[in-house]
């Protein structure tokens, strides 16, 4: 089955060691997002690619960043975690497309991966 | 700045019981809508999307939504819940905007279903 697929499902990682988390997909989407939802909030948009162009939401700190090698992948680089940074971090993707009353449909999301500093 | 309210976080109900699940926008230009659903230890999954036309749309499983753009509304309905329906429903929104690239969605806090068998 086509899927958003997250690894690890769980992460713990020490305050200021740096972390990778890995979003693959096998929809062929365009479009992919990373979201940071802590524990009884809502899912929060950190970034996303549209194709290879590169979108960071306005609020989301120096700390995070992202690189996306290729359509399938998409990797998110949390450098230096802080405590604050404790959360289950969702991958997402969409197709980009004109026709869907968007340009944009609906996405489709991983599992998460959840993550603890100590 | 746009922002989604669940006026509901947990609502408890019996099997068969009629369910309304409250979801209000800010955000005054064309939107997309949506509810998602989290089942327990499952990854968010798509309930039902409004993008355009009758403002009445129906979902998987029973479930139905209804956009009032008057009252910047979209909620969702399900006529009679089963112990099955229980989970975590978050109505999410789409504004589009001509230098947004990214269909960014925002989400309302989430609403815990539990229904009790």
């Known amino acids: 089955d086509a899927m958003v697929i997250q690894n690890p499902r769980y992460q713990v990682t020490q305050f200021g060691k740096p972390v990778t988390l890995s979003c693959s997909q096998t929809?062929?989407?365009?479009?992919m997002y990373w979201y940071q939802q802590k524990s009884s909030q809502a899912p929060k948009l950190l970034f996303h690619?549209?194709?290879?162009?590169?979108?960071n939401e306005a609020d989301t700190p120096d700390n995070f960043q992202s690189r996306r090698p290729n359509t399938s992948f998409c990797f998110l680089d949390i450098r230096s975690p802080g405590l604050g940074d404790a959360a289950m971090y969702l991958c997402?993707?969409?197709?980009?497309?004109?026709?869907?009353?968007?340009?944009?449909?609906?996405?489709?999301f991983g599992p998460g991966t959840r993550l603890t500093v100590l | 700045a746009q922002s989604v309210s669940q006026h509901n976080h947990h609502v408890i109900l019996s099997e068969a019981a009629s369910l309304e699940l409250g979801c209000n926008y800010s955000?005054?230009?064309?939107?997309?809508l949506f509810w998602y659903v989290q089942y327990p230890g499952q990854h968010l999954q798509l309930l039902l999307k409004?993008?355009?036309?009758?403002?009445l749309v129906k979902g998987i499983k029973g479930f139905e939504a209804e956009f009032i753009k008057s009252k910047f509304s979209f909620n969702l309905r399900k006529p009679s819940v089963q112990w099955s329906d229980t989970a975590e429903y978050f109505c999410?929104?789409?504004?589009?905007?001509?230098?947004?690239?990214?269909?960014?969605?925002?989400f309302g806090q989430g609403t815990e279903l539990s229904v009790k068998p």
């Open positions: 997402a993707t969409s197709r980009a497309s004109i026709t869907a009353g968007g340009p944009y449909n609906e996405q489709f």
């Open positions: 929809l062929n989407h365009n479009v």
């Open positions: 690619y549209y194709d290879k162009d590169f979108n």
């Open positions: 955000y005054g230009g064309t939107v997309n």
């Open positions: 409004y993008f355009s036309g009758d403002p």
């Open positions: 999410a929104v789409n504004p589009l905007m001509i230098y947004n690239q990214g269909g960014k969605l925002i």
